[in-house]
């Protein structure tokens, strides 16, 4: 059964740092495209960041600079490490997959099949 599981969320001050994870399981392979998305309070489900096959990574616009995305495929887990944050990264970060492709589609919900959970990330002023 195909399954993503993230995990490294949790209540922080402004200026830290956390990395947050995603292990993969089933028919989802890190070797694939992956990709995290949040979600704020009251807003709609945003795109932060994808990599694909060969390591080569996109990120939104409010990604830049502070995340980074990463994977490590013999863990099958993948990774985003988020510098610096601000009470406006509060969100529930998703982890999800397009399995079928090597190459990530623009980070729009719809593009992508497989999702986690979601871990919550808080950040205090």
């Known amino acids: 059964q195909a399954q993503l599981v993230e995990s490294g969320g949790g209540s922080v001050q402004a200026g830290k740092s956390l990395r947050l994870s995603c292990a993969a399981s089933?028919?989802?392979?890190?070797?694939?495209?992956m990709g995290w998305f949040r979600q704020a309070p009251g807003k709609e489900r945003e795109g932060v960041a994808s990599?694909?096959?060969?390591?080569?990574?996109k990120y939104a616009e409010v990604a830049r600079g502070r995340f980074t995305i990463s994977k490590d495929t013999a863990k099958n887990t993948l990774y985003l490490q988020i510098n610096s944050l601000t009470p406006e990264d509060t969100a529930v970060y998703f982890c999800?997959?397009?399995?079928?492709?090597?190459?990530?589609?623009?980070?729009?919900?719809?593009?992508?099949?497989?999702w986690g959970q979601g871990t919550q990330v808080t950040v205090s002023s």
């Open positions: 999800t997959a397009a399995p079928w492709s090597w190459v990530c589609p623009p980070l729009t919900q719809s593009r992508y099949g497989y």
């Open positions: 990599i694909d096959h060969d390591g080569t990574t």
């Open positions: 089933g028919s989802i392979s890190a070797d694939y495209c």
